[in-house]
């Protein structure tokens, strides 16, 4: 069965940094290309960024409001993702879910971690 | 890139068809095959319930499909059933980077 495991939210403020994590398990990680998507308060889903397996060049890309203060990566040894934001904004708070990825579209899910970023 | 436009709430009785749409641009949905739908109840993880415009997930039921025609791609959800209530978003490639819509509330009458 897969799983899909986030951690590491939690409450910041505005201008701090925070690390997530997702732990995998019931497939082939290292093989498998990841994502990050995001949904903030009652409204819609935000793909935020997605990284390629390291075989095929371990290329991450990123949505543009996120594109140089948030970085993925992963540690294919530990069956972990992770999600690295910095200069977080009030507008970062959400709930961040860690997906698999694979032509478009998102076929795992985790259960999501909350982000909150507040004074 | 703009999101994805979709209504922000559609409705429909048990056991009729309702049709959720979700408009794009020639650089989204209307040049890649890779459309793709989610349902997500209240409190709950989004789940993949159409991929490739058409294809379902195993475990899915045939009564959601998928379509696309120009910039705009349709989800049908047939033989509406009570368990059918929950928020439906659209997503589509866009060449290294995915769009979603802005959700539709499905509400059962």
């Known amino acids: 069965e897969v799983q899909l495991v986030e951690s590491g939210g939690g409450l910041v403020k505005p201008g701090g940094s925070l690390r997530l994590s997702c732990g995998a398990s019931?497939?082939?990680?290292?093989?498998?290309?990841m994502s990050w998507v995001r949904q903030a308060p009652g409204k819609g889903l935000e793909w935020v960024g997605r990284i390629w397996s390291k075989s095929d060049g371990g290329i991450a890309d990123y949505a543009a409001p996120v594109k140089g203060t948030f970085t993925i990566s992963r540690d294919d040894s530990k069956n972990t993702l992770y999600l690295q934001m910095n200069s977080l904004k009030i507008e970062d708070t959400a709930v961040y879910y860690c997906?698999?990825?694979?032509?478009?579209?998102?076929?795992?899910w985790g259960q999501g971690t909350l982000v909150t970023v507040s004074p | 890139q703009s999101a994805l436009t979709q209504p922000p709430s559609a409705s429909g009785s048990p056991g009729q068809s309702v049709t959720i749409s979700c408009t794009g641009t020639s650089s989204d949905i209307g040049f890649y095959n890779y459309v793709s739908w989610y349902q997500q109840h209240p409190g709950k993880a989004p789940k993949l319930i159409i991929y490739?415009?058409?294809k379902r997930p195993s475990g899915v039921p045939d009564r959601f499909s998928g379509s696309k025609s120009g910039n705009t791609a349709s989800l049908t959800v047939s033989g509406l059933q009570a368990e059918d209530e929950a928020d439906y978003h659209c997503?589509?490639?866009?060449?290294?980077?995915?769009?979603f819509g802005g959700g539709t509330k499905l509400t059962v009458l």
């Open positions: 997906t698999t990825y694979l032509n478009g579209y998102s076929e795992y």
């Open positions: 997503s589509s490639y866009a060449g290294r980077k995915i769009i």
């Open positions: 019931g497939f082939s990680f290292s093989n498998a290309w």
């Open positions: 490739e415009v058409t």
